[in-house]
C-alpha cells in the first residue's frame, strides 16, 4: 500500500519534522509505504500542485494539511473524486467534511492559540507580544489571531525572520522599549521560544514566556522555571494516527467514527522534565 | 575608394557540423539539462509523471515560474535585475483579488486595471534605478519588502485583520473573460478524447487531464513572443546592446534608460499575469504569495543560459530553464526519496543539469 | 606655445556656413579640467583635422559634440541654432556620426548587430514590423568589404574580431549612417596600410558628397594627406587653426607635440614620426 | 630618451577640498547612510535604543551578519558571489556541534576543523565553478540546496530525529577557548563600570549590560584586516584586479583562478565563524540557522557600495552597510509604528539610506 | 604571396641562440583557423618586427608565446627547452613582458594599481609584508614621465584616462618588467608623436641592454625605424622573414597589404601610409 501525505511544512521545521517522524513510525508500523511532501515555503500554489502529483500517483490514502481551503479545495476534490480516501490534518478541521474528507485529526491553531492566551491571561498578564517569525504563514497568523482573542489584554505582533539572534534582539528591543510589556508568545519553540527566553532573562524583568511547540532547550528553562509553558499539539500524533486509520482503511476498510483532537496540551513546569528527551528525538 | 573584392569562400574556415551550429545558440543549450532530466525521472519516477496527467502537473507549475522567468531573462539580458517580482506576485494579487471581491469589477475592468497597476510599480522602480544610477539590486530589493509589507497591510485592510483573502473564485466564475485565466483550455477536446478512450479517466470516468491548464498556453506564447522580440525587432537589439555595455549602447544612439524602464514594466506584468492565473485558480491570495519567485526566476533564467552580468542569453532558454527546474521539484516527489534528502537532490540535479548542460555545449563547439 | 605665425583664426578654406559651431567649451570632471575654453566649427564639405598630444582633451571635445558629455559651460550652435544634445541619439539623428576613440561596440554581439545597433532597418508593417536581419548582413558585409576587410560571417562576435577587424566595423557603421557630420576619433590606429589608405579614401570621398568630416589623429602623414583646416589642442586649449598648405608637416608635429622636444632616434625616422 | 620631464604642478586641476577626497573613497560612502539612518531613529525609536544596552542589542545581529557581509563583499569584488552561505552556517554548525557534543572533542581541536571543514567545502564550490566556468551564481545555490538539504539529514542523524541538535553549552562552558568565541568580552571592566556607576545597572546591581559581545569584536577586527588586506597588500590588488577583468588581469601576470577559490574558502569560513559563535552563544544548532543570510550579506555588501559586476568596493562599505541593516532591523521595534508595516520600513529606509548616500557623494563629489 | 627574393629564411642579424623558439605554430578557434603554422624566433638584443594585414594573426601569435592561447599544434621552445606556458604569469615569471593589443589593463583601478598588478613591490617582514603604495606611487609617476606623460596622481582611475595615456601605462609597464622579451602589440596606435618618438627610443634602449623585443605595428615607417628582422604573417600563415637592409619600404609595405593594391588619393601621401 502506497499512502501519500501533503502538508505545508517543510521538513527542517521543527514543528513538521515531529510529524514527519509520526508518520515514518506509523508506516513502519502498520507496515504500509509512506511518503512525506511539502513545499519549499509556504506556498499553497505549489502545495496544490503537489496534492494533483499525488492524485496522479494513485495513492491507496492521501493525507493533507488545510491551511487554505479555497486554494487547496479543488485538488482535494479532485483527490476525492478520483476515489482516493482522504484524512486532513492540523489545520481545516471546519472545512474537511465538506470537501470530501474522511477525518481530520488535529488541533486547530486558533484553539491553541486561545487556550495559551487564556492560560497567560489567568497568569496575571495584560500586555504581551506576540513573536511571529514567518510572517504571512496563515497558521502562524493564526496562532497569533487566537492568543490575541484568548488573551484579552493588549497584544502586539513582533514579526521577525527566523534567526534565533535577530529574534533575540528584537524581543529585547521590545521588552526596553515598552516597560509594561509582562508576557511573551512565541510561535515556535526552538526558532523563536529559546531566544525569546534569553531575551527575557538579559532584560532583568519579570516576563511570562511561553511558546508554542516544543524543544528540548525550552523545556529545561520551563523546568528552570525561567518559561511558563508550551504548547503541546502532540503533532506526533497528527502524523502517526492519521498514517495508522489510513493503513488501516486500506487494509480492511476501517474508519474511526469521528475527528480526533490531538491537542492541545500545555506542558508546564512539572511536566516539563520527562519529555525534553523524547523532545530530542524529535518524538514531541 | 577600391572596387569590394570578390566574395570567396575563407580558406580559413572549418566547415562546421549542423549540431554544432545548433548548440551554438544560447536558447538551445539548456536542452541538453531538459533531456538529461527527464532521462533521470524516466528511469527513477513512478511511471505516471510521463503519463499525460504527470505531464500537466509538472508543466503547471513549471509555466507559472516560467512566465516570470521570461520576464527576468529579458531584464537580465537588458543588463538589470528585479527582485521584486516575488512580491509583486503579492500585491497585484491583493490588487486584482481587491478589484473583483471588494469592489465587484468585472474582470474585463480589473485585469487591465491590475497590469496598469503592475507596469506603474515597474516604472517607479525602473526610474529610480535609472534616476539614481543605483544598482537594480538594491533598488527593487527594497521594493521586495516594501511590496512584500503593503500586500501584509493591504490584506489585513482588504478582510479586516486576516492575511488571507477568499472568494475570489465565487464571483469570477461565471465573467466571460475567466476561462483565458483561469482553469483548463479546450476542455471539451480532452473530454471528447477521455470517452474515445484516447486519454485516460479517472474510476468515475472523468478525463484524468480535463485540458491543458492556460498558463502553460501563456507560457508558450510569451516564450515564443519574447524569443521573436529578442531576434527579429530592433527593440530585441536595443535589449541586448543595453545589457552588453550601456555606455557602448547609449553612444551608439541606443535609448537605452527608455528601454530598460520598459523592461522594468514588462517584468512587473509577468508578474501581475502569474497573480491573475493563480489567484483565480486558487480562488484566494495571501500574504505569502510568490515568496522567493523573483530568485526561482533568476536561477531558472540562469540555467537558461542568461549571464547575470547582462548582454547575453535567450527566452527560449528561460522556457527551458523553467522547464528543469519545475521537472525536478516535482519529479522528486514522484521518486521514492525521503523529503529529507529533498533539497539536496534539488541541489545536486540542479548542478549536474548545468554542468552537462556546459559540458555538452563544449564538446560540440569545440570551445576550449 | 607661441601663436606661430602660419595660424590664424576664423579664415576658412570655403565661405559656407559651419554646420556645427562649437564655442568656448570647457569641460570639468570633478576637479579634473579637461577642457579649458575651445572654439571649433566643421563646414559642409571640409574635413577638420583636431590635433593634439596625448590628453590634450580631443577625445572629450568631440564627445561634448556628440552628445556624450553635456559641456561644463561655453555654447553649441548646430546649422546657426544653439544646441544642446541631451543623449548620443539626439545627435545622431541630427545627423551626427561617430566614431569614438574606444569604438562604442559591444563585444558580445555580432558583427551585423553592432553595425546597426540603434538604428536597425526593418521590414513588414505596424506590428510584423521586424529587423530585416538578411538585409542588414547584406550591407555590413558589403559596407566591411568596401574598407578592405573580408568576414568570415556577419554573425561573428565582435568580442573575437582582431583590433583592426572591429575598428572597421565603427567606421563602416559610421561612413554608413553619417548624414551631415562624420566624426572620426583616431580611426586607423589599429588598421593596416591597405585600410587605412581606404579609409583616408573614404573620407575624402564623403567629404565630397558635402559631409563635414572631424579627423583625429597622431599621424601627421594622415591628417595633412586629406585635412582641409588643423586645429591643435594642448592641454585642454587651442592653439590656433591651420588652413591646409599654410602649414609644413614639421611645423604641424612641433605643435602637436606640444613644443616640446622629441627624443632622436640614430635609425632614420626622416623628420615626421 | 627623452630626460624625464621636471614635475610641475598641473594648472588643469582644481584643488579638493578634504571632505571631497574623503567622500570618494567607497569606504565612507556608506557613512552618510549610517548617519541618517541614526538620526531617523534618534528622533523616532525610543530612548532607550540608544543607550548601551540598546547599541550592543542592535550591534550583535548587526555584528553576525557583518561577518558574513566582509567575506561576501571580498569575494563580490573578486568577481564571484557566494550564495552558499546561509547554508554553510547551518552546515558547519552542524559539523561543530558534532564535533563537541557527539564526538566530545575540546574547542582548541573542534574549532580548527570546522575551519577546516568549510575551507573544504568553500574550496569546492571554488573548484567547480573555475573549472567549469560557469556563472558562481548557479554552482553556488546548488550548494544552497545541498548545504542546507545535509544539514537536516546530518542532523536527524545525529540526533535520531529531531532537527535541533542541543546540549553544546554544557560541554564547552569550561573550555578555555570559549571565551574567544562566545558571551561577552571585557566583562570585569563592565562590571567594574557598573560599580562605579558609568553604565546603568539592574535593580540587582548587576551591570545591564556585561561586556561586548565577542561577535562584536570580531566584527571589527575582520573589517579593519580585510579593509587592510585589500588596500595594503598584493593580495587585495589580485583582488580588485580578478573581479575588474578577470581576462585583462590573468594577461597581466594575477593568478585568477588562486585568487578565486582563495577567496570562496575564506567566505566559507566566515560562515564557519558565525555558525561557531551562535552555537556556542544559543548553545544549540537546528535546521534553519542562517536562513536567507546568504541574501542579507549581498544586501549589506551592496549597500557598502559593492558592484554586483565586480572590481569595485570595500570592506568597511560592508561593515557600515552591515550596521545600516542591522540598525534598520532591530531599531524598527522601538518605534510606535504599527509592525505590520514592518517590511514597508524596511524597505523603505534601506532605500533612503542608499539614495542618501548616493546623493550626498555625488554633491561631494561633483559628479554628474 | 609570392616569395620575393629579398626575403630568406633562418638568415639573421647576429649568431645568438635565440630566446623563444616558435615552430609551427597553429590555433584553432572553434572552426576558425586563426594560425596556421607559423614559424618565429626572437635572438636576444634584437627587435623582430611582426607585420602584417589586419586579421592576419598577429594578435594571436604573439598571445600564444605570451602563454593566454595554447596552441592547437606546434612547439614552442625557450632558451632552448621545450616549454609550455600553462597561464600569462609562467610567461612573465620566465621573463617575458607583453603590451597586449587591449592593453589588459582595469579601467576601475587606479593607474598605480595597474602598473602592478600582478607584481606587487612589498616592504616589510612576514606578517606584515605589505604593498608599498608610496615607492609604487613614485615609480610608476617616474617611468611614466619618461614616456613622456605628465599624470595628474597615481591614483587616478584608468578607466579616465584618455587613450594614449592608457596605452602609455600598459607600455610603461612592460618595459618596467620586461627581462629577457618584450612583445609589443601596435604599442603607439593611440600615441602622440613625442611619446610615439619616445617608445621608439625606449624600444631601442632595451634592445642594446641584450633583450629582445617583438615589435607589432601597421606603420612601416616605424618598423624600419627600430626592426631588425621583420617577418610577415598573411592569413594565418608567414609570407618569410627579411632583414634589415635588405627590404624596401615600398616592398614591405605591399607586403603588408598581403599582395592587394591600394586606394590612391589624390593628396600626397607620398609612398608609404
Ligand atoms: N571621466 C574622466 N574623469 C577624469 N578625467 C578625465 C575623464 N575623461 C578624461 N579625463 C582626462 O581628461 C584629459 C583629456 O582626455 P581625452 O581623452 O580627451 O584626451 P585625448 O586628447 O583624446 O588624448 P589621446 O590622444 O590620448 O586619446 C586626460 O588627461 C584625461 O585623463
Ligand atoms: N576568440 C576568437 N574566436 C574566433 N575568432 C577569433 C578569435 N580571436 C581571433 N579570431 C580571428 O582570428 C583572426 C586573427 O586575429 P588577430 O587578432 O590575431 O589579428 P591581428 O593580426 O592581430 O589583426 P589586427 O592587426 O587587426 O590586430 C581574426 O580574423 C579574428 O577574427
Ligand atoms: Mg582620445
Ligand atoms: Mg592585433
Known sequence: QEIVVVSHGQANDAFWNVVKNGVEQAGKDVGVNVEYRAPETFDMVAMSQLIDAAVNQEPDGLIVSIPDADALGPSIERAVAAGIPVISINSGAEVAKELGALLHVGQDEYDAGKAAGERLASMGGTNAICVNHEVGNVSLDLRCEGFAEGFGGKVTVLPTSNDPTEIESKVSAALSSDESVDTVMALGASSAGEPTVAAAKASGRDVNVASFDLSANFLQSIADGDAAFAIDQQQYLQGYLAVNFMGLHAKYGLMPGGDVPSGPNLVTQDKATQVIDLSSQGIR | MSESAPVTADERVKSEPFLTKLMKRPELGAMAGVVLVFIFFAITADSSMFTLAGVMNFMTPAAQLGILAIGAALLMIGGEFDLSIGSMVAFSGLFFGVCVVTWQLPLIVAIPMTFVFAAMVGGINGNIVIRSGLPSFIVTLAFLFILRGLSLVGLKMATGGSTQLRGVRDVVENDWLAPFFSGEAFGGLFAWMAEVGIIDTFKNGAPKVPGIPVEILWFIVMALAATYVLLRTPAGNWIFASGGDKTAASNSGVPVNRVKVSLFMLTACCAALVAIITVMDAGSTDARRGFQKEFEAIIAAVIGGCLLTGGYGSAIGAFFGSIIFGMVVIGLTYTDFDQDWFQVFLGGMLLIAVLFNNAIRKRVTGER | ?273
Not at chain 3, 556645427?20 to 569641460?27: A, L, S
Not at chain 3, 568631440?62 to 561644463?72: E, F, L, Q, R
Open chain 3, 1 to 273: 606655445m607661441s601663436d606661430d605665425t602660419k595660424f590664424h583664426h576664423g579664415d576658412t578654406a570655403n565661405d559656407l556656413a559651419p554646420i556645427v559651431q562649437m564655442k568656448d567649451i570647457e569641460k570639468h570632471f570633478g576637479n579634473i579640467i579637461a577642457l579649458a575654453g575651445v572654439s571649433f566649427d566643421v563646414k559642409p564639405g571640409e574635413c577638420h583635422c583636431l590635433l593634439g598630444d596625448n590628453g590634450a582633451g580631443k577625445s572629450t571635445f568631440i564627445k561634448t559634440m556628440s552628445g556624450v558629455h553635456k559641456p561644463t559651460k561655453g555654447e553649441i550652435y548646430f546649422e546657426g541654432k544653439p544646441l544642446h544634445f541631451d543623449t548620443p541619439r539626439d545627435a545622431m539623428e541630427a545627423g551626427i556620426a561617430t566614431v569614438f576613440q574606444d569604438l562604442a561596440m559591444i563585444p558580445l554581439m555580432s558583427v551585423t548587430r553592432n553595425f546597426f545597433m540603434g538604428r536597425e532597418p526593418t521590414k513588414g508593417k505596424s506590428l510584423f514590423k521586424r529587423f530585416d536581419v538578411e538585409q542588414a548582413n547584406d550591407v555590413c558585409m558589403e559596407e566591411m568589404r568596401k574598407m578592405g576587410i573580408n568576414l568570415r560571417g556577419p554573425d561573428q562576435a565582435v568580442g573575437t574580431l582582431s583590433g583592426g577587424e572591429r575598428q572597421t566595423v565603427a567606421i563602416a557603421r559610421a561612413v554608413y549612417f553619417g548624414a551631415k557630420i562624420l566624426i572620426l576619433d583616431e580611426p586607423t590606429s589599429a588598421l593596416g596600410v591597405r585600410q587605412t589608405s581606404n579609409v583616408l579614401a573614404t573620407i575624402d570621398r564623403v567629404r565630397n558628397q558635402g559631409i563635414g568630416v572631424v579627423f583625429i589623429s597622431h599621424n601627421v602623414r594622415h591628417a595633412l594627406a586629406v585635412g582641409d583646416r588643423f586645429t591643435v589642442l594642448n592641454r585642454g586649449k587651442t592653439l590656433g587653426t591651420a588652413t591646409r598648405g599654410e602649414i609644413t608637416p614639421e611645423e604641424l608635429q612641433d605643435l602637436m607635440a606640444g613644443g616640446q622636444e622629441m627624443a632622436q632616434l640614430e635609425g632614420s625616422l626622416g623628420g615626421t614620426v
